[in-house]
């Protein structure tokens, strides 16, 4: 297979982290929530409040695994034009003024086989994304778009779950790239958060399986949940409670009130300070 | 694309395929259980003792076999063909639902699983599968569109009488793709215990041929009843589609005997050129939704959009893949009726028959109303009556300036 290498931001951002001694603070929004410019301010600011790696949701009318914050984020995006061109677009524009921070989007399959597979991979690569969560998507239908994407050059990040065993997980790392999202809890975004212990258990287990990083989220709201994931893992993964930060941004028509971005950048500088105080990792 | 077809029945393969359509498209969390009820269907139907137990529960529990019945009075308005109608609106609680609910119901029980989740958009399927769980005690959660939750008012009180927590859904469009969600969601957080009935042919492997097996039931009666009051088979087949599974219930004992016409009827809602109805196939494009490829009803950008149909069972998105599959092949032919054409057939039948039919099949008499006169009077059509109209007066009436 001639596959294209991919972009190296993530071993690049992941050894940096380990010179470092510390875990990750991976964030997600949806692109476009609560609109194209806020949204864009926001990625724009990500990488100077901390964030070391960026997720950026592809909105879809029924993101069957998410939970309500996240699901209001899809639809408020889609509310206001958003669409997979200008995700990409955003992509494009976070590139020009930053070429390290990796960039994954996060989505559901059917806008982009919607969009044309291979039209969709070349110019994901192209406007400079990283590599791709896409949560209905499991390896047993790798060759829709986990195969074709490694071979454009982009990592294909699966979800590996506490239902996923040690007789299925061989099967879910066998073409993950870039690293491996562990979802800490059974459930959809959001909702309950797992205990220290259990992600601790959780993140021996893969390490077993993989020496991939391990990224884990679902859940995590507060600093202090950050820095003791990141301190089991090598990064903690913040969604639902950013996507909060900016839906408590809107007034009551839904209209975002001045001072939404710093709010939102405020919490992940938080949560940056957070994982910072994951250095000492056994 | 000339390549003759040997069988239309093999389907789906091992990935669950039908073609290009169906798959698997779940979250990982899902994905292990999935594969599990792939292996204990597969178990159950190697063990003989499953099937007894079903027939046992079809026959004295749902009231199988259903009738087949010549519409004399029918046959006679049009003029034309002979229809008959597999009355499957008599089985217990009203409705083909009941058939693919005590099949599930018993391999959740073979599992293990102690709690039951399902989404329902008419209310039928929730009706059906709240009085399975009543009928083997175990806890039920419905999930519902609010807005089928205030069209179908009848089916909330009857589910609640059974003892099933409805839970209302304002996700989304309120309706049934958006109750199908809430089920996913449920299900992820509860894989452990919960086993989800699925209303229709449709959902990841295995369900779209699970549901279809037990619906099967419906076409392989037709066979021997039509043998025996006609000596012959039917001419042409006809069923409305929601997601499918009365329909491919009654077509796919059916699908190799390619001298008979098998027509499904999508709803068409306001019209399949306005932005208001059903009509996934005649109206949208492949996508993948609910866990399978399938024909959706999408916009530009790949969001799903919301579907139109007076008829609750019927206002869905998508279909379930093997329809896609047959539709692509040829070897099914899919129209579709508005609703105004099923509010007609629906009076018509109620008149005329004595028979009042669900708003969903009304969907498939507007059709048989508008081809049978045209027929030869030899001509044997068989119809689908899958469902009652009890739960659906109340919608009629406001539809006709009716106050109740
Ligand atoms: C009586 C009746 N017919 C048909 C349907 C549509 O489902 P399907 O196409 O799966 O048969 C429903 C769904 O609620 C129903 O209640």
Known sequence: ???????????????????????????????????????????????????????????????MAD??????????????????????????EFRATDDDTPIVLMGYYNPIYNYGVDKFLAEARESGVDGLIIVDLPPEEDVELCLPALKAGLNFI??????????????????????????????????????????????????????????VGFGIKTPENAREVATVADAAVVGSAIVDRIAGGLDGNGKPEAGLVDGVLDYVRELAAGVRGSGDKQ | MTQKINTYRAGPDEQGHFGIFGGRFVAETLMPLILEVEKAWDAAQADPSFDEELQYYFKHYVGRPSPLYFAKRLTEHFGGAKIYFKRDELNHTGAHKINNCMGQILLARRMGKTRIIAETGAGQ?????????????????????????????????????????????????????????????????????????????????????????????????????????????????VACIGGGSNAIGLFHPFLDDTDIKIIGVEAAGLGVDTDKHAASLTGGRPGVLHGNRTYLLQDDDGQILEAHSISAGLDYPGIGPEHSWLYESGRVEYVSATDKEALEAFQLCSRTEGIIPALEPSHALAYVSKIAGDLPKDHILCMNMCGRGDKDIFTVAEALGVKI
Not at chain 1, 3 to 9: C, E, I, K, N, V
Not at chain 1, 30 to 40: F, L, M, V
Not at chain 1, 179 to 190: D, K, L, N, Q
Not at chain 2, 149 to 155: G, H, K, S
């Open chain 2, 125 to 237: 399927h929730g009706v059906a599968t709240a009085t399975v769980c009543a009928l083997f005690n175990l806890p039920c959660t419905i999930y519902m569109g609010s807005k089928d939750i205030e069209r179908q008012a009848p089916n909330v009180f009857r589910m609640k009488l059974l003892g099933a927590e409805v839970k209302s859904v304002t996700s989304g469009s309120n309706s049934l793709k958006d109750a199908m969600n809430e089920a996913l969601r449920d299900w992820v957080a509860n894989v452990e215990d919960t086993f989800y009935i699925i209303g229709t042919a449709a959902g990841p492997h295995p369900y779209p041929a699970m549901v279809r097996d037990f619906q099967s039931v419906i076409g392989r009666e037709t066979r021997e009843q039509m043998m025996e009051a006609e000596g012959r088979l039917p001419d042409s087949l």
């Open chain 1, 158 to 215: 699966r979800l590996a779950t506490p239902t996923t065993d040690d007789h299925r997980l061989p099967t879910v790392l066998s073409n993950t790239s870039g690293f491996v999202y562990y979802v800490s809890v059974m459930g959809i975004t959001g909702t309950t958060s797992a205990t220290g212990d259990a992600v601790k258990a959780a993140v021996e287990r893969l390490r077993r399986h993989t020496d991939l990083p391990i990224g």
């Open chain 1, 1 to 63: 297979m001639s596959a294209t290498p991919d972009s190296g931001r993530f071993s690049r951002r992941f050894a940096a982290l380990k010179a470092e001694g510390r875990g990750g603070l991976i964030t997600f929004i949806t692109a476009g929530d609560p609109n194209y410019e806020i949204s864009k301010e926001i990625v724009l600011g990500l990488p100077a409040a901390g964030a070391d790696v960026i997720e950026l949701g592809m909105p879809f009318s029924d993101p």
């Open chain 1, 67 to 92: 939970g309500p914050a996240i699901q209001a984020a899809s639809l408020r995006a889609l509310a206001t034009g958003m669409k997979l061109g200008k995700v990409l677009q955003m992509v494009r």
